[in-house]
């Protein structure tokens, strides 16, 4: 299956400080604050909403193209997408810019403070589906990107009569009412978690029961107590995947959606669709940022086999 995978790609850079902020704020005084804290560790990670379900897809078997717009600073980047499977043709590196990047300065009582570059991100905008890619897509993810990128991503999937999955994710909070109507009722797919969902909800005035009336199919997550796909009529709960320790939960949403278009992508049903990505999303848990984690089809396969039943369909992607 051809999948696009549209979205941010960035860098993560994280420290850590050994004391508590709020012991270096003086009350009163916040109005002309002036401080700096010396930190014991900073570590780079990968990441963007985009590139991390590329490279999960790409775990699952799959050649995604990741289309979105990456920095002068984005060759090391591109060489681990390239080694790990993911089509990098699609990205347009931006000269004399660095790649999107979250700053974030994390304390003893895990308080943050953090600042994200939107960097080369912000010139998404205007980089056209027919211009990243030369073969027309099967499906179209559009995840959180630069908002008018996703805006006009969605506008040309549907000029062009393109499928598209439609995840607005953190984004919801900055896109206005009419382009969150207007991306629901035309994907077909939307995907977002529960506290999203209300917001969607409460912008444009859709209802679940008007989204899969009008034959989209709807998936909410729910964190720690699984998903929940409404589809053709019919509501799935899936599971969480029991998970052997609890490392970092950032990205396993993404984890989660790679999964899930994997299962698409092998034709499965909605159920076993959605407890690949439950699995997909337990890996991810495990690992301290959202690309450590690592695994063969045959070793995913074992595993999900060990809490879940999918009556030989896996057996498909052993060869």
């Avoid at 590329?54 to 050649?63: F, S, T, V």
């Avoid at 390239?82 to 304390?107: E, L, M, Q």
């Avoid at 797919?189 to 899969?212: D, F």
């Avoid at 959606?257 to 299962?263: E, F, T, V």
Wanted: glycine fraction near 10%.
């Amino acid at each position: 299956m051809n999948i696009v995978v549209s979205g941010s790609i960035a860098y993560d850079y994280l420290m850590r400080f050994p004391g508590r902020f709020r012991e270096h704020l003086i009350e009163g005084k916040l109005d002309r604050i002036s401080v700096s804290f010396l930190v014991e560790t900073l570590v780079r990670e990968r990441g963007g909403s985009g590139a991390n379900i590329a490279y999960n897809l790409a775990l699952l078997g799959e050649r995604p193209i990741l289309m979105g717009t990456a920095g002068s600073d984005f060759a090391e980047y591109k060489a681990w997408l390239d080694a790990h499977g993911v089509d990098t043709s699609a990205v347009r590196v931006i000269p004399d810019v660095f790649t999107a990047s979250f700053f974030a300065n994390i304390d003893t009582d895990s308080n943050q403070i953090g600042s994200f570059f939107t960097g080369a991100m912000a010139y998404a905008r205007g980089y056209r589906l027919a211009e990243a890619v030369s073969v027309r897509p099967d499906l179209v993810v559009v995840s959180p990107n630069d908002p008018v990128a996703m805006a006009e991503l969605v506008d040309e999937c549907c000029q062009g009569g393109i499928p598209f999955v439609f995840d607005p994710s953190q984004q919801v909070i900055w896109l206005d009412a009419d382009f969150l109507r207007h991306g629901a009722e035309r994907c077909t797919l939307l995907i977002v978690n529960e506290y999203e969902w209300e917001m969607i909800a409460k912008k444009t005035g859709l209802t679940r029961e008007q989204l899969v009336r009008a034959g989209k199919t709807l998936i909410v997550t729910h964190g720690s107590s699984g998903s929940h796909i409404y589809a053709g009529g019919e509501h799935y709960i899936i599971p969480v995947f029991p998970v052997a320790r609890v490392a970092d939960p950032t990205g396993i949403g993404d984890a989660y959606r790679a999964g899930l278009l994997k299962g698409i992508a092998s034709g499965f049903g909605w159920e076993l669709c959605g407890k690949i990505g439950a699995v997909a999303a337990a890996y991810a848990l495990e690992h301290t940022g959202t690309q450590n984690h690592h695994y063969t089809l045959p070793e995913f396969v074992e595993r999900f086999r060990t809490a879940f039943d999918d009556e030989g369909a896996l057996d498909a992607w052993l060869g």
